[in-house]
């Protein structure tokens, strides 16, 4: 692995405002396959995704704030409205993420597919960056609800809706602060010698 492809990993970031242009047909078909070579315990694949252009994006957030609207989980005001629909209205790509729930398979735990959704998740962000692109991975607009989950095409009973990711060109440019020292996180481990 070359210092500039670490270089990169180490430079990402999030970017929840990005605007158009979005990545071309050939970028987003690039971008999702980096999903396919992510860690996956038993070869599951269990990512799946839908991809939202277009018109869809608009009516992707009448849809989550309807739904926000009708539930208890939710106090969605007129300004959080227009915030939601302003910060969509720029936003060239949306996948929408799940986990697939095989129930036939006890083999593999749940928390190691949602991992490897996760990591699948990971490989797109800096697919998306290293191709010069701005991406956010968002558990917000009703992720957390089943309406908005069966109308993205996600069966709750088959699938963990994980939330979005939007994918652009970043609407502004960010403050380069240093990272944290990856001190504070890493411990040896010694093992205890025997007797």
Request: proline letters at 6%.
């Amino acid at each position: 692995m070359t210092t500039d492809v670490l270089d990169t990993l180490a430079s990402r970031r999030s970017f929840k405002l990005v605007t158009g242009p979005g990545p071309s047909q050939d970028e987003l078909d690039r971008i999702l396959q980096t999903a396919m070579s992510a860690p996956d315990h038993g070869a599951l694949r269990p990512w799946r995704f839908r991809l939202i252009r277009g018109g869809a994006i608009a009516r992707l957030a009448d849809m989550a704030i309807q739904a926000m609207k009708d539930s208890v989980q939710y106090q969605v005001s007129s300004e959080k409205e227009a915030a939601i629909r302003q910060w969509l209205g720029d936003v060239p790509v949306v996948l929408a993420v799940a986990c697939h729930l095989d129930h036939r398979n006890d083999r593999i735990p749940q928390w190691e597919r949602e991992v490897a959704t996760g990591a699948a998740v990971t490989n797109i962000l800096n697919a998306a960056h290293a191709l010069g692109y701005g991406a956010f991975w968002s558990t917000g607009l009703g992720a957390g609800l089943d309406t908005v989950q069966e109308a993205l095409g996600f069966d709750p009973l088959d699938h963990r809706f994980m939330g979005y990711v939007v994918i652009g060109t970043p609407a502004v440019q960010p403050s380069l602060q240093p990272r944290e020292s990856i001190a504070g996180h890493v411990r040896e481990w010694h093992a205890p010698e025997t007797v």
